[in-house]
């Protein structure tokens, strides 16, 4: 096994001082630092080679291009183990992909389906869907968690009925680290004929993940949360998904013709006549429209280039690792973590022990305001983050308002678990004498 301390000075961030005091970052949830060498890679990439990608034909094109669908295949096989066409979407990040396989199914819902959501979720993973419930009078059905927030199989055979079209839920909780049984999950969605649709946004570079395996419909993950840059996301689509994606996000590259109305070009002159204004008033079944008939149909505009190279070369580093390493570290780390339910008057959201479950670690204080506790951290170096972190109803599931959260990535160790503990316990001593 590799010992993942070295790969801590990858993270330069991790060195800095805050109010004297080195920094402890337990936010990766939100967002994951960044190694040096690869943002450094990247730059070079930004600063001699930078290119649009697929437009030119120039050499710098070319080999962008290249870069960038090299990088995609190396993401695909990281979560599938396996490359190939036309089955992972570039987006912007894993909200966007969300929204957008929400959006697949627009025009396929009516008023008698059903959409099924567990309290688990994160808001990206029940807005996109509650819009389509709006737009197609398709109903959504919750989901009900145990009493440590985790999905269970029997509370999903519980709701779903061969109404069911879709059911989409979180690979793992961003507030609870609970690990659901997906693949069980993904068996029993698809015997009632209904899709699954994985928000995998806090388990791509925390446990090993494998779509395919998995057998999931949809999946959507962020570059962000997993080392990599923001505006980069990802929506992992099914062949037939891709084939039967209706043309949403519509524009440059997309097509490979458009047929005008003959009426657009009056007889002796080619520029729309404004003479002839009535000839020039379309209608859209006026028009053809040829779209492309690979994922560059869904892909409009000019995407994340450098970002997406820049991730190419992240997963590198993380293969590098080895996920297996990093899974059996950010363990080792919860373990410790999961110690905080010791301290008088703290209450763990999540499962308690180590099982099923990942570095995500909330938690509430009897006696102190989650924001009151996190600007104590704050003052010590700690970075975690306060308040519902976009999960408002399993909030209410446990009957509070906020929580505190910390989490765990590749490059922490025991002084910064230690570190958080004894933050938590001066903060108490505080808030009680105080
Ligand atoms: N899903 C889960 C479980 C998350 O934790 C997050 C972000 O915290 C998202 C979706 C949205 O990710 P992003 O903000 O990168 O789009």
């Known amino acids: 096994m590799k010992n993942i301390s070295q790969f801590r000075s990858y993270f330069p961030e991790i060195e800095t001082l805050y109010n004297n005091k080195p920094l402890v970052y337990l936010d990766t949830a939100a967002s994951a630092l960044k190694p040096k060498t690869i943002i450094e890679a990247a730059n070079d990439f930004s600063l001699k080679k930078y290119s649009n990608i697929s437009r030119g034909i120039s050499h710098l094109s070319a080999n962008a291009t290249e870069l960038y669908e090299e990088s995609r295949q190396k993401v695909l096989k990281f979560v599938t183990g396996q490359t190939g066409e036309n089955k992972l979407l570039i987006t912007s990040g894993a909200t966007a992909s969300l929204n957008m396989a929400a959006s697949y199914y627009y025009n396929k819902l009516s008023f008698q389906d059903e959409i099924l959501l567990s309290l688990a979720e994160h808001h990206s993973n029940i807005l996109p869907w509650i819009e389509l419930s709006k737009k197609t009078g398709a109903k959504i059905k919750w989901i009900d968690v145990n009493d440590n927030g985790e999905i269970e199989l029997p509370f999903v055979a519980e709701k779903i009925t061969s109404k069911t079209r879709v059911v989409s839920l979180t690979h793992i909780s961003n507030i609870t680290g609970s690990i659901t049984p997906v693949k069980d999950i993904a068996r029993l969605v698809h015997k009632v004929g209904a899709d699954f649709v994985l928000d995998a946004a806090q388990s791509v570079g925390h446990i090993g993940v494998d779509f395919l395996d998995i057998d999931c419909d949809m999946a959507a993950f962020s570059a962000h949360k997993v080392y990599g840059p923001t505006g980069l996301g990802f929506l992992y689509c099914k062949n037939e998904i891709i084939e039967n994606f209706p043309n949403f996000f519509v524009g440059g590259g997309t097509v490979d013709d458009i047929v005008l109305p003959?009426?657009?070009?009056?007889?002796?002159?080619?520029?729309?006549?404004?003479?002839?204004?009535?000839?020039?008033?379309?209608?859209?079944?006026?028009?053809?429209?040829?779209?492309?008939?690979?994922?560059?149909?869904?892909?409009?505009?000019?995407?994340?280039?450098?970002?997406?190279?820049?991730?190419?070369?992240?997963?590198?580093?993380?293969?590098?690792?080895?996920?297996?390493?990093?899974?059996?570290?950010?363990?080792y780390l919860t373990e410790s973590l999961l110690d905080l339910q010791k301290i008088d008057g703290i209450e763990i959201l999540g499962p308690k022990k180590i099982n099923n479950r990942i570095g995500v670690v909330s938690f509430v204080s009897q006696n102190i305001h989650p924001h009151d506790l996190g600007q104590f951290l704050d003052d010590l170096g700690i970075v975690c983050r306060v308040g519902h972190n976009c999960a408002i109803p399993i909030h209410k599931r446990f009957a509070v308002s906020s929580s505190t959260r910390f989490s765990l990535g590749l490059y922490n160790n025991k002084n910064d678990v230690e570190q958080a503990i004894n933050g938590v316990k001066e903060a108490q001593k505080f808030f009680l004498l105080g």
């Open 262 to 331: 003959p009426a657009i070009f009056s007889d002796s002159d080619l520029s729309i006549n404004s003479k002839n204004k009535d000839k020039s008033d379309c209608r859209s079944y006026d028009f053809k429209l040829i779209y492309k008939s690979d994922l560059a149909r869904l892909e409009a505009g000019t995407p994340p280039i450098s970002q997406l190279i820049t991730f190419g070369l992240v997963i590198d580093l993380l293969n590098n690792i080895g996920l297996k390493n990093i899974e059996i570290h950010e363990k």
